[in-house]
């Protein structure tokens, strides 16, 4: 075994929930059709692209998630890019309770999964792979087809939800 490891105290979850907090991510909403056919859906920060050739993305889920298993039964889902302005719809999706997500929320059908055309972006996916690590499974989707719209993103950083400042989004701009 490695010296340095065996000497590594033990590690705690509170340790790495700490850690966790400070990496900044993109803000998304996974929907699928539930079970019941209805839609079903929930807010993920642990989201990213995979490959263009042939163009794939993973999201990582709870593996008691609802949605992880009508995901598995329906073997489809779509995955959102929530704008700056969307904290509000992020946090309904975010909510432990099944129900009422959708409740007012306007959403199409695309391929029989529900779409949230308000958004900045959005992927229909097939299911590809799925495999769990830990007390979460990483969920690999075949990018089926995407809408690509307009607006900054929102970013769930340190336990709160984030957007770009004034002169990020001006030295982006200049770089462009």
Not at 69 to 94: D, G, K, S, V, W
Request: charge should be positive; aromatic fraction near 6%; hydrophobic fraction near 45%.
């Amino acid at each position: 075994m490695n010296s340095v490891y065996a000497a590594a105290p033990e590690l705690g979850t509170e340790a790495c929930r700490s850690l966790y907090r400070k990496l900044a991510a993109g803000v998304t909403v996974v929907t699928t059709c539930g079970l019941d056919g209805e839609p079903q859906g929930l807010t993920a920060s642990s989201v990213t692209t995979l490959s263009l050739r042939p163009p794939m993305m993973l999201v990582c889920l709870a593996t008691g998630s609802g949605t992880l298993a009508a995901i598995r039964t329906r073997r489809a889902f779509a995955i959102h890019l929530l704008r700056a302005e969307q904290t509000a719809l992020a946090a309904a999706f975010a909510s432990s309770s099944g129900t009422g997500k959708f409740a007012g929320v306007e959403f199409q059908w695309a391929l029989g999964i529900p779409v949230l055309p308000g958004t900045m972006g959005w992927a229909t996916c097939a299911l590809a792979d799925e495999r769990r690590y830990g007390d979460h499974s990483v969920v690999v989707g075949s990018v089926i087809s995407v809408s690509d719209g307009k607006g900054e993103p929102l970013i769930w950083h340190d336990r709160r939800f984030r957007e770009l400042s004034a002169r990020e989004r001006r030295d982006a701009f200049a770089e462009n």
